[in-house]
C-alpha cells in the first residue's frame, strides 16, 4: 500500500485535523506545514500530490505513538528509512494501545477472519521462522476495522443512546 492511502485512512480514522497533524510530527521531531501534508493527503491525481515518503510516514506514526502513549522515558524512537506494511501495522497498535482480541474485533467487524496464531506472525521479527509478510488485503481491512471502532457513520450508531 502507499503511504498516502495508509495516511489518509488513519487521518479519516482518528478524525486528526490540520493542525493536530502538524502536532503530531511536531511529536517526532520533524517540522511539516499544512500545506505540505494536504500534499501527502491528496489523491494520485491531484497536481497538488506529492508522494508520502517512509521517512516522514514514520515521523507521523512515531508521533501518533506519542500523541496517544506518551512519551518514552529513554529515548525518542527512530525514524525508519524503509517502512514495511508489518512496520505500520505494530506501530498503529502500540499507537492505539491494542491487544490480540481487540485487532480480531475490529477485523472482524469487516467480515475479515484472522486467528491468533496468524496475527501474532505478523508482529515477529522477520528472521523468526513463525514470521508472516502483512499484505495489503490484511492492512487495509485492520485500517477499515480501526475506521468502523473510532469513527463509526451514523447508520452503524444504535437508536436511542
Request: aromatic share 8%; net charge neutral; with cysteine.
Amino acid at each position: 500500500m502507499l503511504n498516502n492511502d495508509v495516511f489518509r485512512r488513519v487521518r479519516y480514522a482518528l478524525d486528526l485535523s490540520d493542525s493536530k497533524m502538524v502536532d503530531i510530527f511536531k511529536l517526532a521531531g520533524e517540522q511539516f506545514t499544512v500545506a505540505q501534508i494536504s500534499q501527502w493527503l491528496a489523491r494520485e491525481d491531484d497536481p497538488g500530490f506529492e508522494k508520502c515518503r517512509n521517512a516522514q510516514f514514520s515521523a507521523f506514526l512515531n508521533g501518533l505513538i506519542v500523541d496517544l502513549r506518551g512519551p518514552r522515558e529513554d529515548s525518542q524512537p527512530q525514524i525508519e528509512q524503509s517502512l514495511t506494511n508489518n512496520m505500520i501495522f505494530k506501530k498503529l497498535r502500540i499507537a492505539l494501545n491494542l491487544q490480540t482480541d481487540d485487532i480480531l474485533e475490529m477485523m472482524e467487524l469487516t467480515g475479515f477472519s484472522l486467528s491468533r496464531h496468524e496475527l501474532s506472525s505478523l508482529f515477529r521479527k522477520s528472521s523468526q521462522r513463525h514470521y508472516r509478510e502483512c499484505n495489503d488485503q490484511t492492512l487495509r481491512k485492520f485500517l477499515k476495522g480501526m475506521q468502523l471502532k473510532y469513527r463509526p457513520s451514523i447508520e452503524e450508531q444504535p437508536e436511542n443512546g
